[in-house]
């Protein structure tokens, strides 16, 4: 059975099509637009093909019981519930976000951690959803999604793989497509597993594979795309020692220009797996084989 293709705005994602890198832009704006903005750019100039925010209630997904504690922030002592609600965007901020990408023509789409963050991105009209790994057992949430008709991209970190079936047994398999992930923030080379990529393509051959990755370095990435994944999502960040939670387990711009260059060049040397003799090789197998065969 071939990989089935899901169409991402006007691009294919799937069997014998171009990798779909995804810079996470996620919170690492720290409720800037300024270095949102500069994020986008610097993910358009690096040659990826989105960018991805996070949208959350803060009142919805800070358990109550952390409300009220507190943290140093960039904004001084405050509760984590305020801390929160700082760094989430607002209307307006999308706003000119959704206007942004559009004059650079990247697209950008977000994770809502909440049915409320949905109906809040749903006004810009995203291309897709993701669902984060630590929303994949929210099947309410995940049925929110799959109801707008858009891709559902499900991201697995933090999950067994009887809740990742139980995932897409309840949202099925249609116009979905699945992320391997480990959901350690930066992530423990050993513990990566990149062998769930094949494993997952085993266990949905219909469903488009791909990585999401948080650990330092970009080599787990390539060998991801290598492995055959369709799509690939890395946090990005101006600056790894900015403040954060995600920008340690984050890509400089520099770094994400490596990143998607060596990228393309895996996909271009992957070739189609049929031996063949190629014109650049006939000057050398004149001068060198001594024993022509049949």
Known sequence: MEKLKIKIGDRYIGKNEKVYIIGEIGINHNGSLEIAKKLIKGAKAAGCDAVKFQK?????CVPKDQWNLERDTP???ITYLDYRKKIELTFDDFCEIDLYCRELDIDWFASCWDEESVDFIEQFNPLCYKASSASLTDISLLKKKKATGK???LSTGM???DEIKYAVENIGKDNILIAHSTSAYPCPIEELNLKM???LMKIYPGIPIGYSGHETGLAPTWAAVAMGASFVERHITLDRAMWGSDQAASVEIGGLHRLVENIRDIEKSLGDGIKKVYKSEMPQLAKLRRVKTI
């Open 159 to 161: 999950s067994t793989i």
């Open 56 to 60: 959350r209630t803060p009142e919805l």
């Open 151 to 153: 891709p559902l991209i």
């Open 75 to 77: 904004w001084g002592r």
């Open 197 to 199: 990529i094949s494993t």
